[in-house]
Nanobody, 119 residues
Framework: QVRLVEQGGGLVQAGGSLTLSCTASERLYSSYSMGWFRQAPGKEREAVAA????????WYANSAKGRFTISRDRAENTVNLQMSNLTPEDTAVYYC????????????WGRGTQVTVSS
């Protein structure tokens, strides 16, 4: 199973920006997808964005549209999530995910990185 490692979480003020990165432990094939989920305290885990490794096709949750951008670097086996205009409601643990069956993918999970948005 692919191992995923996230980087880039932290504390940011409302209205600010933050970029998360996730690196996969091995070469990814075109049939693979990568994504981001998040879980806020007391809430269920939810999908945020996803990207097809081969085509670059993307998907966003309604809460992320217009503010978040997911991208991939195939040479580095890395997926990024650029987040802007952050609000306290974006505070959560963000998880990188990967897989080739589901969309958004959920076969492999990173350990998560905390994002905290202060008001």
């Amino acid at each position: 199973q692919v191992r995923l490692v996230e980087q880039g979480g932290g504390l940011v003020q409302a209205g600010g920006s933050l970029t998360l990165s996730c690196t996969a432990s091995e070469r990814l094939y075109s049939s693979y997808s990568m994504g981001w989920f998040r879980q806020a305290p007391g809430k269920e885990r939810e999908a945020v964005a996803a990207i097809r490794w081969g085509t670059g096709r993307t998907w966003y949750a309604n809460s992320a549209k217009g503010r978040f951008t997911i991208s991939r670097d195939r040479a580095e086996n890395t997926v990024n999530l650029q987040m802007s205009n952050l609000t306290p409601e974006d505070t959560a643990v963000y998880y990188c995910t990967g897989g080739s069956r589901d969309w958004p993918p959920r076969e492999s999970w990173g350990r998560g990185t905390q994002v905290t948005v202060s008001s």
